[in-house]
């Protein structure tokens, strides 16, 4: 079992920057592979940027290629999503999911993780 819990969701101006973290817990942290996701109202749930079990290998959804930069201390158990020039698209609730099957891979599908945080909110301000 792995528990997830979010942190540094809130609200922020357009062109802004947060970062959100992610503690883990139960499983050997730097066993899992990691992942954000975002869901805004009405919307599926949509990859972010996912990151391997060592941190070699990361991935990132093209709305937020060289934006967000994902990563991970193993020490703290912790994984993190640092968000800049924001605007009102990224807008959403943001999820922190563990995966458990593949973790040497950065992976980019919602079936592919095994365990979820409850989610942060992200308002962007126009």
């Known amino acids: 079992q792995v528990q997830l819990v979010e942190s540094g969701g809130g609200l922020v101006q357009a062109g802004g920057s947060l970062r959100l973290s992610c503690a883990a817990s139960?499983?050997?942290?730097?066993?899992?592979?990691m992942g954000w996701f975002r869901q805004a109202p009405g919307k599926d749930r949509d990859f972010v940027a996912a990151?391997?079990?060592?941190?070699?290998?990361?991935k990132y959804a093209e709305s937020v290629k060289g934006r967000f930069t994902i990563s991970r201390d193993n020490a703290k158990n912790t994984v993190y999503l640092q968000m800049s020039s924001l605007n009102s698209e990224d807008t959403a609730v943001y999820y922190c999911?563990?995966?458990?099957?593949?973790?040497?891979?950065?992976?980019?599908?919602?079936?592919?993780?095994?365990?979820w945080g409850q989610g942060t909110q992200v308002t962007v301000s126009s």
């Open positions: 990151i391997n079990w060592s941190g070699s290998s990361t």
């Open positions: 999911a563990a995966q458990i099957d593949r973790p040497w891979l950065a992976r980019d599908r919602v079936y592919e993780y095994n365990y």
């Open positions: 139960g499983r050997t942290f730097s066993s899992n592979g």
